[in-house]
């Protein structure tokens, strides 16, 4: 199986609290039906650093109006969200023993009304920008400010919800909404001028980092916000000869 932790650059003096041996252990309970491993290993970094070190998201918070939302689009490869789920302590690490399974909560794709500290059910793609707009409009009309943060795959600018999405959200300056966008060339397309020229012609900044760089990431997902959407393109190198995610 490929080593999803492999080609990681943390710097030393990166403030990690999810240790990389935590997930590495918790990421070895789900075993059995591994379908989509692929897309799971390309989502870690973005979700890991998401979680440690950028949103407002925790099990206390899990109903507060002006948390941030996180929606993982690219929902056919939840392993990763489930295990940074579990180190948070919205679900219990011996869910993930049940990965799958008849009865599980834990499927292939991720569903809101089963597992906590899930915000959208995903898997079908095209949905999670949209949703994410959506969301960003209603805490726009609510005086909020807290953050909708999206992770999309590149495969999904095949889906025409997306590209009416950023056209929408550039258009009316939603600055809460940062799309992550796993660019790892699995699209059979592509996108002429590269994902971020998507973003940039609708009026959103677009910056594009190294995906398994936590502090690139870091750094991109927390800049001062310019009154516009945001973009961030985690470039990943294919992770096998063959694979897609």
Request: hydrophobic share 40%; net charge negative; aromatic share 6%.
């Amino acid at each position: 199986m490929y080593d999803a932790f492999s080609g990681i650059h943390i710097s030393q003096g990166g403030i990690m609290q999810t240790t990389e041996e935590t997930l590495r252990s918790l990421f070895g309970r789900m075993v059995g039906d591994e379908k989509h491993i692929w897309a799971a290993a390309s989502t870690l970094n973005a979700i890991w650093v998401l979680y440690d070190r950028v949103l407002d998201i925790s099990p206390d918070n899990i109903d507060d109006p002006d948390r941030d939302r996180f929606y993982l689009s690219k929902g056919h490869g939840p392993m990763a969200y489930y295990a940074m789920l579990a180190a948070k302590g919205f679900i219990a690490p011996e869910m993930l023993d049940t990965w799958t399974q008849l009865g599980s909560p834990l499927g292939l794709h991720p569903d809101r009304m089963l597992v906590p500290g899930v915000e959208i059910s995903s898997g079908s793609l095209g949905h999670g920008l949209p949703l994410g707009v959506g969301t960003a409009l209603g805490l726009r009309a609510e005086g909020r400010r807290a953050r909708v943060v999206v992770l999309l795959g590149d495969g999904e600018f095949d889906e025409g919800s997306n590209h009416e999405a950023i056209a929408i959200a550039g258009r009316l300056g939603l600055d809460r909404v940062t799309a992550i966008v796993i660019d790892n060339r699995s699209a059979s397309l592509g996108w002429p001028g590269g994902i971020a020229s998507r973003f940039e012609v609708e009026g959103w900044r677009s910056t594009t980092v190294d995906g398994r760089d936590h502090d690139e990431l870091h750094r991109a997902l927390t800049q001062e916000s310019d009154g516009r959407p945001q973009a961030v393109v985690a470039e990943i190198r294919k992770l096998r000869e063959g694979s897609a995610a």
